[in-house]
């Protein structure tokens, strides 16, 4: 070996050992924790320590252990700030700017981030820290989550020991598909036991730092602490949600006055500040390029114009979403706590941001179930209001209105997704470390970016980023350390920043900023007609003020720099395409594409993404079973969940079928006839028949037939969706409905029980089970 200092003889006798080549490394002694706390589509002006409505006590306990950066931004979307927070590296860099679900073949939007692009989780695993991630992940393409992937770009892939979330955008709080390190497993409660995801998060982080810390205590971890909360659905106990009743009653236009003053007072923003108007583009007179209208997607409908019963919606959206926050701060205090309680809390560097900005996809209504915008649906206020009692609760999929979002995110314009504004790129950014940094409850003014929070941490930690990391010769990391500013609130900020996302253009640089008037997602294209705007930041915080036309030279300046840096970082090309023809678009799936496809009892659920894609056309789902006893009942095959899905079960000694239409209509298909005791293949069979007429339920109408054996039982029409159930939340299952219940008629998974499923075969070959029954039956080697 070739560091081996020690000496080899014959016999082991007359040898001396050197341990030093065979030792893993180790921290430097005194070396501090690291805790990164990534909160979910919470806006700038949410919580209380950055002068919003929420009560968050463990985020101002955060913040009075440190400092707050009022001028801290984001890229305005999940998985590309959250690519930039692990590497350093712009989001484009890290072929990341866009959703981890929606990748595309190009460099700057593959979302298979580089491993020459390392982990900070990587390097500190290497400097002799334990590495963990908890909550959600959103660094993996989504045809790469299910168990026959390749799991490189899993967390234990990139640097992680351990780790237990889920690995997708998005989860159900009282259903999620739950990953612990590269298997997937079931919650250990359902929500009538009294389960939430965000107990069980604390619980998990708690507990990956108390086995270690029991072995060898003095050896410092990195957390990576990725919160489920605020992202939809906006999912919460109701007596959270009910401590909320009375504060936001004036509307979301009305909060804003105050939660500007509050942030003056905290010193968050200059007193000279101004809100920023409602709808600054968005009214109906202004089009896009050759004429397209603006999406009323990206609209704020104004307080006043609203019907009472509007009203009585939205605020309960609201309150839902403020005790939704409140209760995971709350839980999140468990970990400060322990950590307290261990006599840790002084020695962690604790870094708290938001990912993005408050998110618009409720759109100007909000919605009960948030997965019709991605299946290009509007939700009229008629359909939420049937459920108002039901929001926050396990049969909701709920998601606030585009006034909220704004409202939250005082005093900026717009929201989430919006990368040329301060409403989906300015957001909250707390760090505390009691023994390291002497500041306690101090605001930092300086310019700086998700992007520099990696290069910060290695000052910090003294630590040197290596040239080649696992083989992989490293780029360089394209953020820049503001540890300085930590003790020295005079220390500059960062000149220059880029951001390109979906279909928008921004650039930042001493002060001012540049950005072009097109929303994203929303199909325009034609970049040559966008109108770029020009904003002096350092006088005009909040964006009130375009003043483009006074600074010609500087617009035009500014635009070559952002040409220049998209070349550099990938910027290119531009994708404006909507959210569902981003679903929808061509893309390697997870699994090979073949005509029949198999699922057996008892395996883990398939993720959307690898496993048939029933939209657009004819299917057949049969089930090989013995039925065992006249009693036999349960989910035969199940797809999907409350927010829309289909499943084959057995009721009341009746074969069922039911399909959950994106959330809002169930259709429902019975057998005339019991199930007796046997060997028996039970099917359904939708035979396409072309688009639905109807607007408002867009998608594939059909008859769907039920079979048992060679003989049809049942009958109907139904419609199927247009787009995906959920990507990779409520994945396929068999022998039970995973996550969250397709439909009401039966409670949580009802596992099948009295008979055996041998397997299910899901035929999407277009061939007609009557024309091939005998085969099916062959399949199961059923006589």
């Keep these: 070996m070739k560091n081996f200092k020690g000496k080899i003889a014959l016999d082991i006798r007359d040898s001396k050992p050197d341990w030093a080549p065979f030792m893993a490394p180790r921290a430097r002694e005194g070396a501090p924790n690291v805790l990164v706390i990534a909160w979910d589509d919470v806006g700038y002006g949410t919580m209380e320590c950055f002068g919003g409505p929420v009560k968050t006590p463990t985020m101002s306990r955060i913040a009075d252990m440190g400092v707050k950066y009022s001028n801290f931004h984001t890229t305005a979307l999940c998985s590309p700030t959250r690519a930039s927070l692990m590497t350093g590296r712009n989001a484009t860099s890290n072929g990341m700017a866009t959703i981890a679900e929606f990748s595309a073949g190009f460099p700057g939007i593959s979302t298979r981030i580089p491993f020459e692009n390392g982990f900070i989780s990587e390097v500190l695993a290497e400097h002799g820290y334990n590495t963990y991630c908890v909550g959600k992940w959103h660094l993996t393409p989504g ?12 967390p234990l892939g990139r640097g992680f020991e351990r780790f237990y979330g889920f690995l997708g955008g998005e989860s159900s709080c009282w259903y999620p598909d739950l990953v612990h390190d590269n298997h997937s497993v079931e919650p250990p409660a359902t929500p009538e036991e009294g389960y939430h995801i965000a107990n069980d998060l604390s619980d998990q982080a708690i507990r990956f730092i108390r086995d270690a810390k029991a072995v060898e205590p003095d050896k410092p971890f990195f957390m990576y602490m990725s919160l489920d909360a605020a992202h939809s659905p906006h999912h919460v106990f109701k007596e959270w949600a009910d401590r909320y009743k009375g504060v936001f009653d004036e509307g979301y236009e009305a909060i804003r006055p105050a939660i500007l003053r509050r942030q003056k007072e905290l010193g968050l923003l200059p007193e000279d500040t101004e809100l920023s108007p409602i709808n600054p583009h968005g009214e109906p007179e202004v089009t896009g390029p050759d004429g397209q209208p603006w999406p009323g997607l990206d609209v704020v409908r104004p307080w006043d114009t609203l019907g009472g019963d509007e009203q009585r919606l939205f605020i309960r959206m609201a309150e839902v979403f403020a005790g939704y926050v409140s209760y995971s701060d709350d839980q999140l205090g468990r970990v400060i706590d322990f950590l307290d309680t261990m006599g840790e809390l002084d020695n962690t560097i604790i870094v708290a941001v938001s990912d993005n900005g408050g998110s618009g996809e409720g759109g100007p209504n909000g919605t009960f179930n948030e997965w019709r915008f991605f299946n290009g649906l509007p939700t ?63 605001v930092r003014e300086q310019y700086i970016h998700a992007v520099d929070i990696v290069p910060t941490l290695y000052d910090l930690l003294d630590i040197e980023p290596p040239a080649v990391l696992k083989g992989y010769p490293q780029n360089p990391i394209e953020g820049e350390s503001f540890a300085a500013s930590l003790t020295d609130p005079t220390a500059p900020g960062k000149d220059t920043q880029f951001y390109a996302m979906l279909g928008q253009r921004s650039i930042y640089h001493d002060g001012w900023l540049a950005c072009t008037v097109h929303p994203p997602l929303s199909g325009w294209g034609k970049y040559e007609h966008d109108r770029w705007e020009l904003y002096n930041l350092k006088a005009d915080r909040a964006q009130s003020h375009d003043i483009a036309a006074d600074h010609p030279a500087r617009l035009e300046a500014l635009k070559s720099l952002w040409y220049y840096y998209a070349g550099r970082y990938n910027g290119l090309p531009l994708d404006d395409r909507t959210a569902l023809e981003q679903t929808l678009a061509e893309r390697p799936h997870g699994t090979p594409p073949r005509d029949r496809y198999i699922y057996y009892p008892d395996c883990s659920p398939v993720p959307e993404q690898s496993g048939v894609v029933i939209s657009g056309r004819s299917y057949t789902l049969s089930a090989g079973v013995d039925i065992q006893s006249a009693d036999a009942q349960g989910v035969l095959y199940a797809h999907g969940g409350v927010a829309g899905g289909h499943s084959l079960y057995i009721k009341d000694r009746r074969l069922r079928y039911a399909f959950n239409w994106v959330g809002t209509h169930l259709q429902n298909v019975e057998s005339d006839r019991d199930i007796t005791p046997g060997r028996h293949v039970l099917t359904a069979e939708f035979t396409a028949k072309g688009r639905s007429a109807d607007p408002a339920m867009p998608g594939t109408i059909g008859a769907l037939t039920l079979y048992i054996d060679d003989q049809p039982v049942g009958s109907g029409e139904i419609t199927t969706q247009p787009g995906y159930f959920c990507v990779v939340g409520d994945g396929i299952c068999v022998g039970r409905d995973g996550a969250s219940p397709v439909t009401p008629d039966y409670q949580g998974s009802f596992p099948f029980t009295g008979g055996v499923i041998d397997k299910v075969v899901v035929d999407v070959s277009g061939e007609r089970y009557v024309d091939h029954e005998a085969q099916v039956r062959g399949w199961f080697a059923i006589d």
């Design 143 to 154: 045809e790469e989550t299910s168990m026959a992937s390749y799991k490189g770009r899993w």
């Design 380 to 442: 009229p206020t008629e359909l939420s209001l049937r459920h108002i009692d039901e929001l926050g609760g396990p049969t909701s999929y709920n998601h606030y209105n585009t006034g909220w979002a704004w409202a939250f995110d005082t005093p900026f314009p717009y929201w989430k997704r919006w990368a040329g504004y301060e409403g989906g790129v300015a957001d909250m950014c707390l760090i505390s470390w009691p023994a390291g940094i002497a500041a306690r409850g101090e």
